[in-house]
């Protein structure tokens, strides 16, 4: 275990079995509805890659990169796109993927936006929700793990953008980020 992690919270066992359960789960539920992929850059990365080879169907899978935090271990709440989408989201079933809902603000936001945008259902998938932290009313479609209120990296989680390549998700700990 990496020196700066306190605990494992989701082992990579876990995470090959969450990925497997939604993957059999969204195989069952997209059937037929040609479904688009959207990661939210960069946490996603790890996530999206393992969950997509467990649907199987063909999809589509296209990146947008958003912003809420800038820097620290608190949300700003203020979502801000930094790379759209380099697709039409006219009549499509999308399935967000994320790494981990918080606040809720950034898919409140996104969900919105993607239904604006024309899209003919949105739902969204993420590895990690913390529901403690709730600012706005968000329950995802899919969930992977449902986790405590405490700052956590790895497998696509950064803290100032280290730790993404831990393959286990683990809390920070927090002299890390308060020295
Ligand atoms: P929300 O808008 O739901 O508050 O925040 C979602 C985003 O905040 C996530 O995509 C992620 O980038 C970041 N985030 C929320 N909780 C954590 C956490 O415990 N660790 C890390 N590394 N990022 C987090």
Redesign the pocket.
Known sequence: MHHDVSEILVSEKDIQAICERLGKQLTIDYRDKNPLLVG?LK??VPFLSDLARKIDLSVEIAYMS????HGG?T?S?D?KIKMDLDFSLTNRNVLIV????????????IVKLFKHRGAKSVKVVTL?D?PE???VP?LPDYIGQT?PK????GYG???DEI?RNLPYVGI?KPEVYTK
């Open positions: 939210l946490g996603c958003v912003s809420s935090y271990i949300s709440g979502v994320e790494d981990i809902v918080d606040t809720g603000k950034t898919l409140d936001t990690l913390k932290g709730r600012v968000f986790i405490a700052f956590v990296v989680l950064d803290y730790y920070l």
